[in-house]
């Protein structure tokens, strides 16, 4: 027998309102609790809009009355009847003015004790919630991100169709050019002992996409990079990918303004007020210590490096002599909280990020200071760095000097959000998004020894950088772009190479003979010898984005089947082994792990 025969489900629990009484209503869902009163019995009936309250009592056929007496939590319900006002309201719910008089129940489902209780904020360990993700995608917390998630998708797709973009779908099964993280591969059955690759990002296919013409495409596309996980990434991700034809960068920045704009507002009532302030990545460095800055509290780092090239203390003197710099930040009225304790904390995870040591001045309420290097200071110079440094009574300043600029601005910068913390400065319901231009074109890689694109290498660089390329890579900038949200890199795009002669010009650069240029791009090459229009574009990380809005700790609170750290999946239990039949299908063997390795 069909327990839905004669039922249809005409309403969603949460949706009922007081306006609704007295109206005849089918709700279906899972049973949050049961209680038992004797002679009333009340269900609340959970699905993913709420929870409307069932209600038996002596009215109640004995037959349905019975069967609520033996439904369970997580039980699935079908049950038809009455709105009426309840007697005892609950305040705490949308639907807490009223409940379902309930005439006709069928139990669809039963359901064993689930391994937790299905609650908003679960403290049930992560990792046991994630072997049972369908039981914890039922929390209506969860739901809530995942539908947020949907209604985000829809906006964008909404916004991209209005500004003339066509979406465009770009294989998963890609040639593989292993361009920084590492390639997920895929073997070819047909064509054994060959690999395809999942797509770290779908950019040449777009690019291609210009060439032939479509002007405007978008994607909302899976990516995946086979490299270490942290709360903010995961193996596979999702890509708001766009690419435009016939535009400059401030084109491509209008675009994505303007969509940060719609989707803030559109998705949780926020304004954002465009134009969104701008950083070149020298700027940032400079002021915050790194290339995704958080602009919501304050902490700049300040420059000591003119104040204290002639004191008395060598570890200032001999950073600034050797080409480097002494830079600090004060932390204001932060003495009760930055301890002796506190601070060596800071100068482990400082030594940590590469630097040497951390001094530091402690100043009391009276404005007495205690500071790690005064011994070897004359009164003068110490307050001079107090006046350089803006310190004041009640506050801590942490310094760090080394010959390496990168390492004082760097360790710097980590010092900055672990104190920022640390005080609870960080304000919470503020979004602070932000652009980072004129990137370095060039990294260099002290593992290669050698330089690499720091974006990619279809980026283009900046036109007054062309001419020394050759001669001064650390100098040269790129037209490349970020966007960063509450020290989040939510974006990063480019305008990009169309003149097939630079494009070999930077490969070669880069330690790519023609040979290998040709192997790994020549389709893009040969592509741009057709008629390449001038494009570029970006990627905006969905769930980086969707994270940050909703003010989660991770990634996975937004994604319905994450990863855990190790790239797993607790509930299906992959990756697995594969049996032998499949191997031998692919013409692969399996070497066994060595496990000191």
């Known amino acids: 027998m069909d327990l839905m025969t004669g039922l249809k489900r005409t309403d ?8 609704d009484i007295g109206k005849k209503v089918t709700v279906c869902g899972w049973v949050q609790r049961q209680r038992d009163l004797g002679s009333l019995i009340f269900v609340d009936l959970r699905d993913r809009t709420g929870i409307i309250q069932l209600a038996f009592d002596e009215s109640t056929e004995k ?15 079908m049950a038809k009847g009455t709105v009426r006002e309840r007697s005892s309201k609950n305040p705490d719910i949308p639907t807490g003015d009223i409940e379902v008089e309930v005439e006709d129940l069928r139990v669809l489902s039963k359901s064993e004790t689930p391994p937790f209780e299905i609650t908003e904020n679960s403290q049930t360990a992560e990792l046991t919630r994630l ?6 995608l039922r929390r209506p917390d969860l739901q809530r991100n995942i539908i947020m998630r949907h209604k985000i998708a829809k906006i964008t797709r909404d916004y991209f169709d209005e500004n003339g973009f066509i979406e465009i779908e770009t294989p998963i099964l890609i040639k593989s050019t292993p361009e920084g993280a590492r390639d997920y591969l895929v073997p070819s059955r047909i064509h054994k002992g060959k690999f395809y690759a999942l797509p770290q990002s779908p950019q040449l296919y777009k690019q291609l996409s210009m060439v032939a013409g479509f002007d405007r495409y978008m994607q909302i596309a899976r990516c995946f990079r086979d490299e270490d996980l942290r709360a903010d990434r995961q193996p596979e991700f999702t890509q708001i990918d766009l690419e435009m034809s016939f535009v400059d960068m401030e084109d491509v920045l209008a675009i994505g303004e303007g969509y940060m704009e719609r989707v803030f507002r559109e998705a949780l009532g926020v304004e954002i007020k465009l134009p969104l302030p ?3 990545y020298k700027e940032a460095m400079e002021r915050f210590g790194s290339d995704k800055p958080d ?67 402690r100043i009391d309420d009276s404005g007495e200071y205690n500071a790690s290097f005064s011994k070897f200071m004359t009164d003068d110079e110490m307050a001079a760095i107090l006046k350089t440094s803006g310190a004041e009574a009640g506050d801590v300043v942490l310094i760090v000097g080394d010959k390496k600029n990168s390492i004082v601005l760097t360790v710097l910068g980590a010092l ?27 990294d260099w890689d002290e593992d290669l020894g050698q330089y690499v694109a720091m974006h990619h290498p279809f980026t283009s660089p900046m036109d007054e950088c062309l001419d020394y390329l050759e001669t001064d890579k650390a100098n040269v900038r790129a037209k490349a772009y970020d966007l960063v949200l509450n020290g989040i890199e939510l974006c990063s795009g480019s305008i990009r190479i169309t003149n097939s002669e630079l494009q070999s010009r930077i490969f070669t650069l880069l330690g ?15 592509a741009f010898k057709y008629g390449a229009p001038p494009h570029g574009g970006m990627g905006i990380g969905l769930d980086r984005l969707i994270m940050q809005m909703l003010g989660c700790e991770s990634l996975r609170d937004v994604i319905a089947y994450p990863k855990v750290q190790n790239a797993s999946e607790p509930m299906t239990d992959c990756p697995a082994n594969v049996d032998d039949i499949q191997l031998a299908d692919l013409g692969i063997g399996i070497i066994a792990a060595n496990e000191n390795n």
């Open 12 to 19: 969603y629990c949460g949706a009922l309102r007081a306006e």
């Open 278 to 280: 701008r950083l070149t």
């Open 512 to 526: 790519l003979s023609d040979e290998e240029a040709h192997a790994k791009f020549g389709y893009l090459l040969d």
């Open 63 to 77: 037959e349905i009355f019975d069967k609520a007496f033996t439904v369970r939590s997580e039980y699935v319900l």
């Open 416 to 442: 900055r959000q672990t104190v920022a913390k640390k005080l609870d400065i960080i304000p919470d319901g503020k979004y602070n998004l932000l652009w980072i231009t004129e990137f370095p074109f060039f």
């Open 131 to 136: 072997k049972y993700r369908y039981l914890d």
């Open 295 to 361: 602009t919501r509290y304050g902490l700049e780092i300040t420059d000591l490096t003119d104040t204290v090239k002639n004191c008395g203390f060598g570890v200032f003197t001999g950073a600034v002599n050797e080409g480097g710099s002494v830079r600090c930040i004060t932390a204001k009225k932060a003495y009760s909280v930055l301890t002796r304790k506190e601070i060596d904390k800071l100068t482990d995870a400082a030594k940590g990020n590469g630097a040497k040591g951390l001094a530091y001045i």
